[in-house]
């Protein structure tokens, strides 16, 4: 066996081109057979030791799989030599290749390592609070920045002090290249110190037209779902620059607000006669109002008029809208909706031509938009229609059917 190796290698010194070719030839096979070796058995059996530690989740996001790369590339980097008849100038070009090669994919498994530390601090209960994720973008610019000074400096076999030394002249320079990046990571530090956002707000940009959900926040863009499911990306700068409404502190509160007026036709305001005091009394939510109510009227009737009450004009009485303005008061507080411990006000407005406004002002017990609408869908829904029973009229611009209704009851006059 020997004696035909030494007869093989005699033979084949004679060939140089052929001897060159086979050389470089076992030494490219040997390095696909470690890679295999190594993607094949190594890496799968520490994936499925990965699974059996995290009891499922082995997703390392490539750092492993990456790093395996390396592999091959140091076989032929360390056999390179055993490839006869090579030029020196190739093999220096070869050598710088893999060197460059090397660099590339340890940055690569550095920025798939940050990935995996994004994913694992996301699980913490703060994440959404403070999200890293636009720091870790931060850190991968700049290692792809000294990464590709490293390749540039290998490749052209100088020392990478030389472009380092060069940074700056060129600071202006990448300063015009990241001004976006700069003026994000800013930004980015501004919203996280101060907990401006946070994923999950609900955030409203009137100037954008942004209404929704923020998804995700990076280091240049704010991603939100409008609440008509399409997305809008902003950038993130704009939420320092521009006027940002965040929800979520009514979310927080437990309760939402309502503000709401009803325009109460001012012609239909007036004094409560007898007929309609009595039939108010019947209202379980009046019980005990009036008697206090006119007793208090009177006794300030005697102090101030020495009238008592229905005999002057200038006396106090009850009005049908101070009257029905209680009632809201009182609804408020005995509707399972509303929220007890947070601020209760009805209120009158300035009048306008459209009629007197009654200002409702009270929060829901919940944030839900769906059930708050419903509340406040509810609560209205009663006011309007009580309403008439103490002789007030809710205004109503007149429309063409208000116009024929007229012009019928002149007909039959």
Same mark, same amino acid.
Do not use: C
């Given at each position: 066996m020997e004696a035909i190796i030494e007869l093989w290698q005699l033979w084949i010194t004679e060939f140089p081109l052929l001897e060159t070719f086979v050389y470089a030839s076992g030494l490219l096979v040997f390095a696909l057979i470690v890679n295999q070796v190594i993607k094949k058995i190594l890496l799968r059996g =520490?994936?499925?030791f990965l699974q059996h530690l995290t009891q499922g989740h082995s997703d390392d996001f490539g750092v492993v799989k990456r790093l395996t790369n390396i592999a091959p590339a140091l076989v032929i980097?360390?056999?390179?030599? !055993?490839?006869?008849? $090579?030029p020196a100038a190739l093999v220096s070009v070869i050598l710088n290749v893999i060197s460059g090669f090397i660099i590339l994919t340890i940055a690569l498994a550095i920025s798939a390592a940050l990935d995996v530390v994004n994913h694992l601090y996301n699980r913490r209960a703060d994440a959404l609070r403070k999200p890293i994720k636009g720091y870790l973008q931060v850190v991968k610019i700049v290692i792809y920045a000294l990464s590709t !000074? !490293?390749?540039?400096?290998?490749?052209?076999?100088?020392?990478?002090?030389?472009? =380092?030394?060069? $940074?700056?002249?060129?600071?202006?320079v990448?300063?015009?290249? =990241?001004?976006?990046?700069?003026?994000?990571?800013?930004?980015?530090?501004?919203?996280?110190?101060?907990?401006m956002i946070r994923v999950g707000d609900w955030v409203e940009i009137p100037a954008l037209g942004v209404d929704g959900d923020v998804i995700d926040i990076a280091l240049h863009t704010v991603k939100i779902r409008n609440f008509d499911k399409t997305?809008?990306?902003?950038?993130?700068?704009?939420?320092?620059?521009?006027?940002?409404?965040n929800w979520r502190g009514m979310q927080e509160s437990g309760g939402r607000r309502i503000k709401r007026s009803l325009l109460i036709d001012q012609q239909?305001?007036? =004094?409560?006669?007898?007929?309609?005091?009595?039939h108010l009394k019947d209202f379980r939510l009046m019980y005990g109002y009036f008697d206090s109510k006119i007793d208090e009227l009177n006794q300030w009737n005697k102090r101030y008029i020495h009238a008592k009450a229905g005999e002057a004009a200038d006396t106090r009485r009850l009005t049908n809208i101070g009257t029905f303005r209680v009632y809201i008061e009182r609804y408020l507080r005995n509707h399972p909706g509303v929220n007890q411990n947070m601020l209760q006000i009805v209120r009158q407005l300035q009048p306008t031509p459209e009629g007197l406004p009654l200002e409702i002002y009270c929060f829901t017990n919940t944030t839900a938009w769906v059930s708050y609408e419903s509340i406040q869908s509810d609560i209205f829904d009663h006011l309007l229609a009580i309403a008439p029973e103490f002789g007030l009229r809710v205004y109503q611009a007149p429309s063409g059917g208000d116009f024929s209704a007229f012009a019928g009851l002149r007909l039959q006059s």
């Open positions: =520490f994936y499925r980097s360390s056999g390179l030599h !055993l490839v006869p008849h $090579l !000074l !490293l390749i540039i400096a290998t490749l052209i076999d100088r020392s990478p002090l030389i472009l =380092f030394s060069g $940074l700056g002249a060129m600071a202006a990448l300063m015009l290249i =990241f001004q976006d990046t700069l003026l994000s990571l800013v930004a980015s530090v501004q919203i996280s110190s101060g907990d997305t809008t990306t902003v950038p993130i700068k704009r939420f320092i620059s521009d006027a940002v409404k239909s305001i007036g =004094f409560l006669d007898t007929e309609r005091m009595q």
